[in-house]
């Protein structure tokens, strides 16, 4: 589990295709605190630790987890959002974050509003009944607060530490984002389903 409040941006400094997609990314965190096998969500997304270095750590990514993320796109040299597993204890400052992404969304339009800059993305429809007004969403593992909902369109302000120590500083228009929706929106619509 995860709270969606990253902290390190890392860097996918080699990938290699054999039967998984394989990939190293460098890092600030003391790798030397990190176990073969701990859980570190990248972009949102839940990976597998299998080897380390003195600032690096590698994951294996399955193609069903590259068909429903945005991870298919990485490049050598990308900026990647990272965000170690909670511990129990741990300050719970954004919302409860699986590392399990429900799809990718896409930045559709970004508006300077002061030093914040609001964002539209553009869900896929299965999953924009899911999101709310006010609910949380995590965006390319970063947990976020929904502003407004038009359709499959919805809106996010990002503060200006947001876009600083995060990948949100380098995002543009027609970027595809890893969407993991709200935990408790899921159960709730499921209940409504079934008492209907």
Same mark, same amino acid.
């Given at each position: 589990?995860?709270?969606?409040?990253?902290?390190?941006?890392?860097?996918?400094?080699?990938?290699?295709?054999?039967?998984?997609? /394989?990939?190293?990314? /460098?890092?600030?965190?003391?790798?030397?605190?990190? @176990?073969?096998?701990?859980?570190?969500?990248?972009?949102?997304?839940?990976?597998?630790?299998?080897?380390?270095?003195?600032?690096?750590?590698?994951?294996?990514?399955?193609?069903?987890?590259?068909?429903?993320?945005?991870?298919?796109?990485?490049?050598?040299?990308?900026? =990647?959002?990272? $965000?170690?597993?909670? /511990?129990?204890?741990?300050?719970?400052?954004? !919302?409860?974050?699986?590392? !399990?992404?429900?799809? =990718?969304? $896409?930045?559709?339009?970004?508006?300077?509003?002061?030093?914040?800059?609001?964002?539209?993305?553009?869900?896929?429809?299965?999953?924009?009944?899911?999101?709310?007004?006010?609910?949380?969403?995590?965006?390319?593992?970063?947990?976020?607060?929904?502003?407004?909902?038009?359709?499959?369109?919805?809106?996010?302000?990002?503060?200006? !530490?947001?876009? $600083?120590?995060?990948?949100?500083? !380098?995002?543009?228009?027609?970027?595809?984002?890893?969407? @993991?929706?709200?935990?408790?929106?899921?159960?709730?619509?499921?209940?409504? @389903?079934?008492?209907?």
């Amino acid at each position: 589990m995860f709270t969606g409040i990253i902290t390190d941006v890392g860097e996918i400094v080699a990938l290699e295709q054999r039967g998984d997609l /394989k990939a190293r990314i /460098k890092t600030a965190y003391d790798t030397k605190g990190i @176990e073969l096998g701990a859980s570190i969500a990248s972009d949102g997304v839940c990976l597998t630790v299998i080897a380390l270095g003195d600032d690096w750590y590698d994951v294996e990514i399955s193609a069903e987890t590259v068909s429903k993320t945005n991870l298919g796109d990485w490049r050598e040299g990308r900026p =990647v959002n990272l $965000e170690r597993a909670l /511990k129990v204890g741990d300050e719970l400052g954004g !919302h409860i974050v699986s590392g !399990h992404v429900d799809g =990718v969304a $896409e930045i559709v339009a970004m508006k300077d509003e002061g030093d914040s800059t609001r964002f539209t993305f553009k869900a896929p429809e299965s999953l924009a009944k899911f999101i709310a007004s006010k609910g949380s969403v995590a965006l390319n593992g970063t947990s976020l607060t929904v502003n407004e909902v038009d359709g499959c369109d919805f809106g996010v302000n990002i503060i200006p !530490h947001t876009k $600083e120590v995060t990948t949100w500083g !380098h995002a543009k228009v027609g970027d595809k984002i890893n969407l @993991e929706i709200d935990t408790l929106a899921r159960y709730v619509a499921r209940l409504a @389903e079934m008492g209907s």
